[in-house]
Each structure stands twice: as C-alpha cells, then as structure tokens.
C-alpha cells in the first residue's frame, strides 16, 4: 500500500521559524459549502484570548466526524507535510468563524510555543474582491507584520499555531460574510 503524498504548496515561508504554508486550488465545489454555512447557525461564543472575553465573536463548532470528506481529505495531505519521523499530527477540533463588516477580532495565538501544534484554515468563499480586506494577518516575535494572506475562494493556510494572527473583518464596501472554516491538530509522538 502506497503512502499518501503531502500536498506541495503554493507559498511557504517561516515566521520567527515556525512554519506557515498556503494552498490553492485543491477545493472544488466552495460556492456548496458557502450556501450551507448561510444556512448554519452561528453563536457569538469564541473569544482570541481571556482579556478579550467581553468581546465575543461568531463561531459553529462540528464534530469532526461530519467535517466534509473532501475538505477533510485535503487538509490531512496539506498537514501531513509537516510531519516528521518522530512526529505526526492528530486532528481534535473543527469549528466555522462569521466575521462581517463592524466586527472586532483580537490576535491571539493557538497554542503554546512548546506545543507546535497546527492550525488549518480554509477560506469558504464564492468570491472575494481584493478591496473586502478580511486578511489574516500574521506578527513576528517583536509584534510587527510579518505577513498577511487574503481570502481567496477555496484557499487553505496551515500554520504553527504559536504564530500570532488575528482575521481581520471585511471592510465597509463588503456585503457578504468572511467564514474560515479550521480544523486544529496536535503534535503527536510516533511509536
């Protein structure tokens, strides 16, 4: 039986050495899966980080067990280039995040430096106009912009989730939602 081969991506870089990744076009059928999530109910539950807790933003958990197999499928092969022979990742949370137009988002970080966990994130769009904002942006270790990845129909970003990185909500001009669909896994040791 053959080994899976990771997805190569389309950008890859390092921020204070950890690792963030970007893939395009392994996705099709996003116009199904944004007509679904305008159907989803959202609750305004999550939060970046403690201090920020007064401000609370859309978000619907799933389980990973109904995460859609093709966009399941991808995100392993995507992760699965990150592992290494003594480590591997093992996915544990699924979730949906709404941001529109007035929303405030915070920066945060996923886990812990010592963690090295991943963190997947999918851009479920029909289309997105470069003037609609809603980037990712990413921060080094002395708080300053290290790089920022737009929304993009079907785009998928993997990162070390121990990069500081906050969504930022579309601008005014924007009329339609800003989802990213994650999917988080932990660092695992191999037998």
Known sequence: MNSPTPLIPNRAMEIDKRPLRV???????????????????????????????????WVKEMKLETVPRAIFEVTQLAVLGFSTPQFGYRPYRAYVNFASFGDMLFTHVDCTPEQHDLTALWYLCDEWDLEWGGETVFYDSQDEIACAIRPRPGRLIVFDGAIKHVGRPPNRICFVPRYTFAVKFERTQKR
């Open 23 to 57: 893939f395009d076009g392994h996705l099709s059928q996003v116009a199904r899966y944004v007509q679904e999530l305008s159907m989803a109910l959202f609750a305004r539950t999550e939060i970046a980080r403690p201090e920020t807790s007064a401000y609370r933003h």
